[in-house]
C-alpha cells in the first residue's frame, strides 16, 4: 500500500533559526496536504498543494510540490515559539474515493526562545 | 460554530469491555473519517464514510465497526477492546472534492487507555 515518510522525526531550533521537513511517497500522489497539531490539540489544516512543482508560501512558511508528485517539503524561516508543534503531510492517492489521506509519521518542531 | 464534535475526550476500559465513540459535525460535510493516533506513527485511517449509510474500511479496520445512520454522525465502535487499541482517536470530516479544497476538519480527540 502506499506510504508516506517523513524526515526528521524531531528537530529542535533557537529561534530565528529556519526549519525544514521533508515527505516522500511510495507513490505518486494526486494531491498532498500539509496539517500541525499541537501538544494535546488536534491536526490543523494549513495548505493543500496540487500541481507539479508548486509553491506556495503562507507569511513565513514555503510549500513544495515535487515534479514527480512523489515528494514535498515545508520550509520555516526565522522560527517563532509560536510554530513549535508537529506537522504532517499528507498524500491522497488518484483516483481515490472518499478522498483518503495517507499521513506521514509527522515532525515534531520544538522552538527554544 | 462547533465543527466537529467527539465524545468522550477521555475513557477507560477494561481489556473485553465495549464502547462507542460518537462523533457528529454540524458542516454537512458528505465524507467522515475514523483515525487513530499513537506516538510516532502519525494518523493512521481506520473507517471512513462518503455519505449516509455507506461505510469503508481504511488502513487499520481490525477489531472495529462504524456506522453512519445519519448525515452528521459517524460512530465507532469496539466491541471487545484489547490493550493495542489503547491511543488517541480523532474524527475529521470533510466535502467531496478531486481539486477543490478538501481540508479535513478534525475533532479534539478522544483519549482511550484499555488496561
Known amino acids: 500500500g502506499q506510504q508516506v515518510m517523513q524526515i526528521p522525526q524531531y528537530q529542535h531550533v533557537q529561534e530565528g533559526e529556519d526549519f525544514t521537513t521533508y515527505c516522500n511517497s511510495s507513490t505518486t500522489l494526486s494531491n498532498i496536504q500539509w496539517y500541525k497539531q499541537r501538544p494535546g490539540g488536534h491536526p490543523v489544516f494549513l495548505i493543500q498543494?496540487?500541481?507539479?512543482?508548486e509553491v506556495k508560501k503562507q507569511k513565513r512558511l514555503t510549500f513544495q510540490f515535487g515534479e514527480a508528485k512523489k515528494n514535498s517539503s515545508l520550509h520555516i524561516t526565522a522560527t517563532q515559539t509560536t510554530d513549535a508543534g508537529t506537522y504532517f503531510c499528507?498524500?491522497?492517492?488518484?483516483?481515490?474515493?472518499?478522498?483518503?489521506?495517507?499521513f506521514g509519521g509527522g515532525t515534531r518542531l520544538m522552538v527554544k526562545p | 460554530n462547533a465543527g466537529v464534535t467527539q465524545t468522550p475526550k477521555f475513557r477507560v476500559l477494561k481489556t473485553g469491555q465495549s464502547m462507542t465513540l460518537l462523533c457528529a459535525q454540524d458542516?454537512?460535510?458528505?465524507?467522515m473519517y475514523w483515525y487513530r493516533q499513537d506516538p510516532g506513527m502519525g494518523l493512521r485511517l481506520i473507517h471512513y464514510s462518503v455519505g449516509e449509510g455507506t461505510t469503508a474500511k481504511g488502513e487499520v479496520p481490525d477489531g472495529y465497526n462504524v456506522s453512519r445512520l445519519k448525515k452528521q454522525n459517524f460512530l465507532l465502535g469496539l466491541e471487545s477492546a484489547a490493550p493495542s487499541q489503547t491511543s488517541v482517536y480523532f474524527c475529521a470530516s470533510t466535502h467531496p472534492g478531486l481539486y477543490d479544497i478538501s481540508a479535513q476538519h478534525f475533532g479534539d480527540g478522544t483519549r482511550l487507555s484499555i488496561l
Open positions: 498543494l496540487v500541481k507539479s512543482g
Open positions: 499528507a498524500g491522497g492517492r488518484p483516483y481515490n474515493a472518499g478522498n483518503m489521506l495517507t
Open positions: 458542516m454537512n460535510h458528505e465524507y
